[in-house]
């Protein structure tokens, strides 16, 4: 081996990025983006969880303690409380998602507590109070995040102001999530992020290589139009995504035994729609890529805000406050929502409506935009 021969061809192609701003731009500024969006994420922590409370305990002479209870869980950043009037429209307030989930403290909350105190203090065994605690488990992250903070609020409360730990029991009812695992949580972001990763990597690639070999030039001299190009792109590489989401929902549920509450075909064309949308994405970026190795660097700039900041593998109240509102122009988080709400809620088409009309919206958005692309550029 000729070490001049080496360094000579290293040399060159040093001096070829030197002519390619945006490639040297890229090697600069990307991990530049990559070191500050994933230590900004990692370092969050879930705070703000939505939490309808209803205090109906009259309290007594020493006072309520469900009002210490509330007041101690309101001093936490990591829930943010809403009082209600009605367990009815409490409960409601979680069915609907306004809420991850409802604290309830009947009348004699406080009687009961204090009865506790009275009988331990005898060395007999008291009957527990009871907190009511009605949840959205369908996050696993969230929903253990609440009854921890919850049994903290009552730990404390009771040592402070009674000087000992009378038994008060946290009653769960599970609105969504009965019975839910980890895992449960986890398949719907995988497949929505599997089918968003190929079918925008092909599309930008398979795109960008047609146009550099000039079979696109030549479909255009024929009567094809630049609609039907695009269409047939799309309705190409959204089989794929769909055969790829079908492999992954039948093997999360065969081999890890994920439950589906609602309509596997609901979910898959949650996903189906994410897909058509994100290589739409991919035909409109490859407009812009001069070649291949140009084209690939938009990956990982469209990959990781999706990845980190969409819900996939925690939840959007773990992601900062700074970076969260960018989670709402991802269209990965529609889709993950979506499917976690069909998937674990048993949620119908009426219900993730939104999520399904965001989802459209963002391909046909991006597959318009690509043929005009394509047509300006022809």
């Known amino acids: 081996m000729n070490a001049r021969r080496v360094l000579a061809i290293a040399l060159k192609t040093l001096r070829s990025l030197r002519h390619d701003k945006r490639t040297a731009g890229f090697l600069v500024f990307m991990p530049l983006f990559m070191i500050a969006i994933f230590g900004y994420t990692f370092g969050g922590e879930i705070e703000n969880v939505d939490v309808v409370v209803v205090n109906l305990d009259v309290g007594s002479a020493n006072g309520s303690v469900a009002d210490m209870i509330i007041g101690d869980l309101a001093s936490r950043v990591t829930l943010r409380l809403t009082a209600l009037s009605s367990p009815d429209e409490a409960v409601e307030a979680v069915r609907l998602t306004d809420a991850w989930a409802a604290i309830y403290f009947g009348p ?71 019975g839910a695992e980890f895992i449960d949580f986890f398949a719907p972001g995988v497949m929505g992020l599997a089918a968003m990763m190929v079918t925008f990597m092909l599309s930008i690639i398979s795109f960008v290589r047609e146009r550099s070999t000039g079979t696109l030039d030549r479909l255009l001299t024929t009567p094809v139009t630049e609609g039907e190009i695009v269409g047939g792109y799309a309705m190409a590489f959204g089989i794929v995504a769909l055969i790829q989401s079908t492999v992954i929902l039948v093997a999360a549920m065969l081999l890890f035994k994920v439950t589906v509450e609602g309509s596997a075909l609901l979910a898959l064309l949650t996903i189906f729609l994410l897909g058509v949308g994100s290589q ?99």
């Open 108 to 178: 004699e909350f406080t009687e009961q507590v204090e009865e506790g105190i009275a009988v331990s203090a005898l060395g007999l065994f008291a009957v527990p109070s009871v907190v009511e605690l009605h949840l959205d488990a369908s996050n696993p992250n969230i929903a253990q995040t609440v009854v921890t903070e919850l049994q903290a609020s009552i730990q404390v409360v009771l040592v402070e102001h009674y000087d000992m730990n009378p038994p008060v029991a946290v009653v769960e009812d599970r609105v969504y999530g009965e």
């Open 280 to 378: 739409g994405l991919g035909f409109l970026l490859s407009s812009i890529a001069k070649n291949e190795f140009q084209a690939v660097q938009f990956i990982p700039l469209i990959l990781f805000p999706s990845i980190l900041l969409a819900g996939v593998f925690w939840p959007l109240e773990a992601v900062p406050d700074i970076l969260r509102p960018v989670s709402n122009f991802i269209p990965l988080t529609y889709a993950v929502d979506g499917c976690r709400s069909i998937m674990v809620r048993g949620w119908g088409a009426g219900d993730v409506w939104p999520q399904l009309a965001v989802l459209a919206g963002f391909a046909a958005a991006t597959l318009m935009l690509s043929a005009y692309s394509l047509k300006k550029r022809g």
